[in-house]
């Protein structure tokens, strides 16, 4: 016999108190500590129940009696259901509230460190179109709404180029507008749609792993130069037809394209560092600009999303950093040499350690590019690059400017660090949760002396920061 489902309640007439994580606010039910998506402090609403474990719950909300002052009218007509940008019912002064205050929970709750005041966060002055990448899904199973299965709405094909359901990696919702980057990807998308619609060009099952079109990631720069790259699965001379007939298409309709890629992907996963990237027309890669430095920027690098507010996280570091020109710095997890670019003309030496090879081979092509001849690059993974016999070989860092991954340092990174005894560690984070972790192990011996949280992406939950450490003792 069938066990009977338990029946969730349903809370009736709660307010909503604060912010969680994952973009969530929160609200208290007696001892019961209720996750709500897309509500904002203030608001006053029934909560249905979907999820209950002891001390918490998962609710959605269902009837509102009050919104809150803090509330702003969401812009784009996907929200709510692409899980993309789950603050735009939050107005982006009270956004930069909450993060500044992600920031300092992290750094006392976590941390336990003694702190300076936290510096005003940084505000992004681009709140719509400030992404400079953006990638998308090719399906053959597009994603229904709850509203088009209750209409019963039928469409001529299932096809969706767009973005995944979160949590469902074979459910992708078909994206008629983003407004996180220029317009153009909304022409590219909705285009590139249609045209392989229309021309019966098979989109991908992420089940079965059949059809041509997989995925396209669309980068564009400062400059004005704009990338796409487009996967595909390709196994026979037909599917190599179609794919080309698509780029064609693109090449044809978007001249402002200056670089067109493809790669052939075969594998059940997207990932395709370890695939050759073919160029089908212009350049193979684009370059952004900063403060007269140009950095090279490949199919398969890493830059931050957001170009404008990048600089000023980056004019934070260099400020922190304190250089006078007679320094040793160590650049760790430095990607393809942004920020070691960005600080070498005020050091004396830059040394930048990545993990990922083709990152570095971009960051020695930036160096060149830029003319300094005072940087040294090395690619490996960083607990074993980073030892004493390292710095013993290029020198102790007077200064350590660290930018891990969201999983924060690995511990004997940061004994390492310890060892190595700079005056200064700077330490950039897009986890301030891990970066509190770091900072406990790093008190031993540093003093917090400045705290920047800087907002990378607006009407999302994420947040970076940037810490100043200064040595306690000189050895």
Not at 138 to 146: A, G, I, V, Y
């Amino acid at each position: 016999m069938a066990r009977k489902k338990k029946e969730l309640p349903l809370l009736e007439r709660v307010e909503i108190t604060g912010v969680a994580a994952e973009g969530k606010a929160l609200a208290r039910v007696n001892d019961l500590v209720v996750f709500v998506p897309f509500v904002v402090p203030g608001d006053v609403a029934d909560l249905q129940v979907k999820r209950k474990k002891h001390s918490y719950a998962e609710a959605e909300a269902v009837k509102f009696y009050n919104y809150s002052d803090e509330r702003s009218e969401p812009f784009c007509k996907h929200y709510g259901v692409c899980g993309g940008c789950k603050w735009q019912c939050l107005a982006y002064e009270h956004q930069l509230k909450y993060k500044q205050q992600q920031v300092f929970d992290a750094l006392t709750r976590i941390g336990k460190v003694e702190l300076p005041p936290l510096m005003p966060i940084l505000g992004s002055e681009n709140t719509r179109e400030y992404r400079n990448k953006l990638e998308f899904t090719f399906s053959d199973k597009r994603w229904l709404t709850w509203d088009e299965v209750a209409q019963n709405v039928q469409y001529d094909n299932m096809n969706a180029l767009g973005f995944h359901i979160p949590g469902a990696f074979d459910k992708v919702l078909d994206i008629e507008e983003c407004r996180l980057m220029h317009d153009l990807n909304n022409r590219l998308r909705n285009s590139i749609r249609e045209f392989a619609v229309r021309e019966n060009i098979p989109f991908y099952n992420l089940r079965t792993h059949t059809g041509v079109l997989r995925s396209m990631m669309l980068r564009t720069s400062t400059t004005g130069e704009v990338m796409l790259l487009i996967q595909a699965r390709v196994e026979s001379e037909s599917d190599k037809m179609m794919l080309e007939k698509t780029l064609q298409f693109v090449a044809d309709e978007f001249p402002e394209v200056t670089s067109l890629l493809y790669v052939v992907n075969n594998k059940c996963n997207d990932t395709f560092g370890d695939l050759e990237v073919v160029t089908f027309k212009g350049t193979d890669v684009i370059y952004e600009e900063m403060e007269g430095l140009r950095f090279k920027v490949g199919p398969k690098s890493f830059y931050q999303t957001n170009s404008k507010q990048a600089y000023n996280l980056y004019k934070v570091a260099r400020e922190f950093a304190g250089l006078t020109g007679d320094e040793v710095v160590y650049d760790l997890y430095t990607g393809t040499g942004t920020i070691a670019n960005f600080v070498a003309a005020r050091a004396k030496k830059v040394v930048g350690i990545e993990y990922v090879e083709d990152a570095i081979a971009d960051a020695r092509v930036n160096a060149e590019l830029n003319g300094f001849d005072n940087l040294l690059f090395f690619a490996g993974d960083m607990k074993d690059i980073l030892t004493r016999d390292f710095i013993a070989g290029h020198g102790r860092p007077d200064v350590i400017i660290t930018d891990p991954p969201r999983a924060g340092m690995h511990a004997d990174v940061v004994d390492t660090i310890l060892f190595a005894a700079p005056r200064r560690i700077v330490y950039v984070s897009c986890n301030p949760a891990t970066q509190a972790r770091d900072l406990q192990l790093l008190d031993v011996d540093y003093k917090v002396t400045a705290v920047q949280p800087v907002d990378m992406f607006p009407h999302t939950h994420h947040v970076e920061n940037v810490v100043l450490l200064e040595r306690r003792i000189d050895k």
